[in-house]
């Protein structure tokens, strides 16, 4: 794996979301779509089986934000529930400098302001960072409150813990556990999670709240065609071992699997010095993915987010704008055939560079 500064790595860990930019013209969008398919168990909740990533929902620093975007993410929204999406994942982080928490914000108002009963079924996943100052449950019960007043909801469906501290501060993990179970028992939450857990410490965690009476629901990891590697694959295993759900972030590689983007043709910012080291060893997925989406009628991003639902997971490919989640809608409703998921793995595998994973994964 290529070397990365630390300016570059750092700017990378933020821009953990996926970005959906379509890679060729799209067809008509009839509304109301009639999806055939069925939603899926995760903890006590049903949801769908592709949820939206609202990462970007304020962040001015990577991707742009204005609040003059504000009505074109509600239309996302409306567009998603009208057709079947119900589950969104945020976090209390996401929003830069003063727009700190704005993903929730938005995703409140949004959720008050949508006029279908559709709304009632809504599950906000939303992520509590493990920062330095959180020592205490008391102090993660505060952040997941904090979540809850800037919702205007009375409950969350998921709580998560947004990384992992194992790697650098020990003592803090269990009372950040135990900030989960304060939390559940409260009924400040329906379910709790994890994010960027490795597979030994995610066993740890599930085996800890199992003693505390409380199960995880989900673990939230980096999953895509460039993130199959043999750490991530394992991680699905021992999700599914203890019945636990996971998440896909970054299911288009942050934009590397659009097929928009090629070596010549990188995008602005500190995605581009990523793309820049891994894109020129992509082409043989790249052009596998564009025969079955020429194969099926769909488009790149659709067969890659699609992929990952066949896997059993289920992917949160973020959103900026309406296109976009037309385009992500068109991901379900159909299923790669088995050939066709092992073509894609075998392309992938071939790939020289993979996705690197955050740093604050564990094992």
Known sequence: MAAFSASTTTAYLASFASSNQPSSPLKPFQLPLIWPWQKVKMGPMTVSPMGFGTWAWGNQLLWGYDQSMDADLQRIFNLAVENGINLFDTADSYGTGKLNGQSEKLLGKFIREYPGKARDDIVIATKFAAYPWRLTPGQFVKA????????????????????????????????????????????????????????????????????????????????????????????KEVCDSLGVRLIAYSPLGLGMLTGKYTPSQLPVGPRGLLFGQILPGLEPLLKVLSKIATKRRKTIPQVAINWCICKGTIPIPGVKTVRQAEENLGALGWRLSLEEQIELEYAASSSPRKMIQNVFQTR
């Not at 809850?148 to 950040?176: C, D, F, K, M, V």
Request: proline share 4%; glycine share 10%.
């Open 144 to 235: 997941c409150k904090g979540s809850l007043e800037r919702l205007q909801i009375e409950q969350l469906g998921i709580g998560q813990l947004h990384w992992s501290t194992a790697n650098y501060a020990p003592p803090q993990e269990l009372a950040l556990w135990d900030g989960l179970v304060a939390m559940y028992e409260q009924g400040l939450v329906r379910a709790v999670g994890v994010s960027n857990y490795g597979p030994n410490q995610l066993v740890k965690v599930h085996d800890y709240l199992k003693t505390r009476g409380v199960p995880l629901c989900s673990a939230q990891v980096q999953f895509s065609l460039l993130s199959m590697g043999e750490e991530q694959m394992e991680i």
